[in-house]
Antibody, heavy 120, light 106 residues
Framework: EVQLLESGGGLVQPGGSLRLSCASSGFTFSNFALAWVRQGPGKGLEWVSAISGSGGSKYYIDSVKGRFIISRDNSKNTVYLQMNSLRAEDTAVYYCAKDRSDSTGYYPNWGQGTLVTVSS | VMTQSPATLSVSPGERATLSCRASQSVSDNLAWYQQKPGQAPRLLIY???TRATGTPDRFSGSGSGTEFTLTISSLQSEDSAVYYCQQYDSWPLWTFGPGTKVEIK
């Protein structure tokens, strides 16, 4: 059974940093792209970032480029999202999602989410 | 840009619900639908855009191509009350979701 477990969320001041983690199990980790999708309070879903199975390709939505860094450790079956220079508009539940393959683009499996609150 | 209509749909149990999703440019067949209930993560329902994901009841069906897509719930059940999102995965690698349609049970 595929399992994705996010952690690392919390309250941070504007301009601060957080690192989210997504520990995975139940599949051959390096064969699949993974993504981070967020949902602001009362809002819809927003794809934020994705990383290929090897980690060699990384993609970001424009609003987080230069501030967020996605990475993965295939030996630990874990994907990370380093979030720097956080803004109030980054406040959201952040979901980790597993692609159907290494480059399909839709997500059959999701974690339960971790809440990031950016506020002073 | 993805748009969805209506924003809210109120349907009686057993009736048909029809949800629309429109892309500002062609996304070919690269369209998925998700269901999200309050406090839960999204759940993939349909992709491709008419293939049911594992575990999706057959009362859910998807159709369309290019810029116009439809999700149909043939006989609405109480457990179908949720927000439904479409997502295009054609514009590699920048995927986008629609704003969602909330389905309410009348």
């Amino acid at each position: 059974e595929v399992q994705l477990l996010e952690s690392g969320g919390g309250l941070v001041q504007p301009g601060g940093s957080l690192r989210l983690s997504c520990a995975s199990s139940g599949f051959t980790f390096s064969n699949f792209a993974l993504a981070w999708v967020r949902q602001g309070p009362g809002k819809g879903l927003e794809w934020v970032s994705a990383i290929s199975g090897s980690g060699g390709s990384k993609y970001y939505i424009d609003s987080v480029k230069g501030r967020f860094i996605i990475s993965r450790d295939n030996s630990k079956n874990t994907v990370y999202l380093q979030m720097n220079s956080l803004r109030a508009e980054d406040t959201a539940v952040y979901y980790c999602a597993k692609d159907r393959s290494d480059s399909t683009g839709y997500y059959p499996n999701w974690g339960q989410g971790t809440l990031v609150t950016v506020s002073s | 840009v993805m748009t969805q209509s209506p924003a809210t749909l109120s349907v009686s149990p057993g009736e048909r619900a029809t949800l629309s999703c429109r892309a500002s440019q062609s996304v070919s067949d690269n369209l998925a639908w998700y269901q999200q209930k309050p406090g839960q993560a999204p759940r993939l329902l349909i992709y491709g855009p008419s293939t049911r994901a594992t575990g999706t009841p057959d009362r859910f069906s998807g159709s369309g191509s290019g810029t116009e897509f439809t999700l149909t719930i043939s006989s609405l059940q109480s457990e179908d009350s949720a927000v439904y999102y479409c997502q295009q995965y054609d514009s590699w690698p920048l995927w986008t979701f629609g704003p969602g349609t909330k389905v309410e049970i009348k």
